[in-house]
């Protein structure tokens, strides 16, 4: 009885395993319940978070080695015009990536927990903006001023998407305060509190502390 028991378990977590491994960006499953709609999200998109951060953490780290060491000058000269960067501590700034909790709360609600049209159709997860006409776009639905049309920018991954997200955190002058801040102190409150042009919502700031709290986000930080 209890093999049988053990099996029985056994067998229903591998369905449920492999159930949420079926869930695609391109692909919204209808009427969906609260808890599935969370675990579609963290399955798609955290993960990619992760990766990136990763990456990303490790490249500010051997770039910081490198101008302590005096080596690979020509790596650092390329990602300062990359990122806009005058100096070696400018770049630092633009390169030290941020706490995942405060992407993973921006992701949620700039996708509608990866339920948007420009997620769906562009992996695009923090809604942002194409300037460029030659690279891949698509165009909201509404139009800025009633008049003027909004692009919106087109990834093949969600990573890439991800990977951008940061790279316009880490050079548009927009963001120049939450870069200063985010690179003296790891606390994820004081790091949020530069960001009130990122959305027009006057509510942005407190949404996200309350995403990150309610959804102990913060775990992912450790």
């Known amino acids: 009885m209890k093999t049988l028991l053990t099996a029985t378990v056994l067998f229903l977590s591998l369905a449920t395993l492999k159930a949420s491994t079926h869930y695609k960006a391109e692909i919204v499953p209808k009427k969906m319940t609260i808890e599935t709609k969370k675990e ?12 990136v951060h990763i ?10 080695s490198d101008m302590k060491m005096g080596t690979n000058r020509v790596k650092i000269e390329k990602l300062k015009k990359i990122y806009k960067a005058k100096t070696d501590a400018d770049l630092l700034l633009a390169l030290k990536p941020h706490p995942k909790s405060i992407v993973i709360a921006q992701a949620i609600l700039e996708s509608g927990w990866a339920t948007s049209r ?7 997860i923090f809604g942002m903006w194409s300037f460029n006409k030659n690279e891949p776009r698509i165009a909201a639905s509404e139009k800025r001023d009633g008049t003027r049309t909004i692009w919106l920018r087109k990834f093949s991954t969600i990573e890439e998407s991800v990977r951008e997200y940061y790279k316009l955190m880490g050079s548009s002058g927009v963001f120049k305060k939450f870069r200063h801040i985010r690179y003296q102190t790891a606390n994820v409150s004081k790091i949020i509190q530069t960001l009130d042009q990122y959305a027009e919502a006057k509510t942005y700031r407190k949404d996200l502390n309350r995403l990150i709290k309610y959804n ?3 775990k992912y930080d450790n």
């Open 55 to 64: 990456e990303l953490t490790k490249q500010y780290y051997v770039i910081k």
């Open 118 to 124: 420009f997620f769906v159709k562009a992996k695009n």
């Open 216 to 218: 102990k986000l913060t």
């Open 40 to 51: 579609r999200f963290f399955h798609l998109v955290v993960p990619a978070i992760k990766r």
